[in-house]
């Protein structure tokens, strides 16, 4: 049996309540965890549920993200340096990745409060999560305001991208399962994604066929 | 081993195998059938694995198109007919649900050439995926064009949802996982994510728990 909610009924629901409601209705969302460094050297990681595919040609990633939230030294990080790093989570790694959404002071890193551990690479800016199989250095291309809801959706260029080699497939396809990569339900669910099914190319006068 | 991939490296890919490639770099996606249909009465469904979570308070929702893709026709109705629905893939439907990226005409309801049954509910003027456990009726907000690749950000309100009552948790979860919906991972994987683990809400002094 399905439940109907009018959008009168999601506006009058309690504000909690209405935030694990509406955050669940997009579907299953990435879990990345944000990685950067202030002018005068202070780091910052925050977990995102929100990262997205742009495009492949240029390689661009947005994001979207509060301004008024914990993840304001991320953003001003961003904003100010230009640079950022995403970096997908492990299974492993979800209780300290969970934990980054904590209110940490502006001078503490979440790395070391976590413990997840840091790494610089090719002298990118931005601060990497060594553990994670899925790293990507960004670089700032546009900010733009949506104005319905006071958010900012965040356009950033792939600069670098390190990959597990293991997870690498002939044709480019990166399969996110081996690696133990997660995805997150709502604000504070994380699965792990099993039994990866991969489809061919879908052409009208031709069956549905695995690849 | 992780393998290094510059900026210029991904420029130089061979064009499949770079989206591919970049395609699966975001991290998991969601999976979502777009129902829509024409002034004329034609109806589209088209599988999208670009939709976010933008705002609870409005419940808003944004999509990324492509204007020069297979999905024109969806496209055209949504800025025709300002209404869409998003009804998540569950496990069983997703080889119908691939097929609809095929190259159809436009007088072809891809409803009827995959077999995925269409419903019509509350008067809501675009048809849903009957056998969807997530159901929303959306009405367009805002299009916004991103210039640096074509693509456009489509923004709707959450005007309808209709959620599967097994699924709901009593703080307003919706569990994706209860009810079999997949996740996307690159451009052609279909995954089912597993395990569900929530998390408290994170706070600095105390130690990551599980709810």
New interface residues.
Partial sequence: ???????RD??N????????????????????LVGTKSHDGLENLAIV??????????????M?MRPDTVRRDTLENIQNTLFYT?N?VVNDD???A???????DREESEFE?TGLANEY??NFHAPFVQSS????GMKL??I?P?K??G?L?I?G??????????A??D???????SQN???I????????????????????E?P?SL?
Avoid: W
């Avoid at 629901?13 to 990345?32: I, P, Q, T, W």
């Avoid at 969970?98 to 940490?104: D, F, L």
């Avoid at 099993?194 to 190319?201: C, D, H, I, L, N």
């Fill in positions: 049996m399905n439940k109907h909610f009018s959008k999601i506006e629901m309690d504000e909690r309540y209405r935030a694990h409601f509406v955050n669940s209705l997009s579907g299953f969302k990435s879990a990345n549920s929100s990262v997205l595919h742009l495009g492949s040609s240029p390689a661009l990633m947005g979207v995403l997908h979800v209780p300290k969970h934990q980054t959404s904590a209110r940490y409060t690479l090719d199989p899925v790293k990507l291309v546009e733009m949506i319905h809801n958010t959706f356009i260029s792939v600069e670098h991208a390190y990959v597990a080699e293991s690498l497939a044709d480019g396809f990166v399969s996110l399962s990569v997660v995805c339900n709502g604000l504070d669910a994380y699965l792990s994604p099993q039994a990866p099914r991969r489809y061919a190319y879908a052409k009208k031709k549905t690849l």
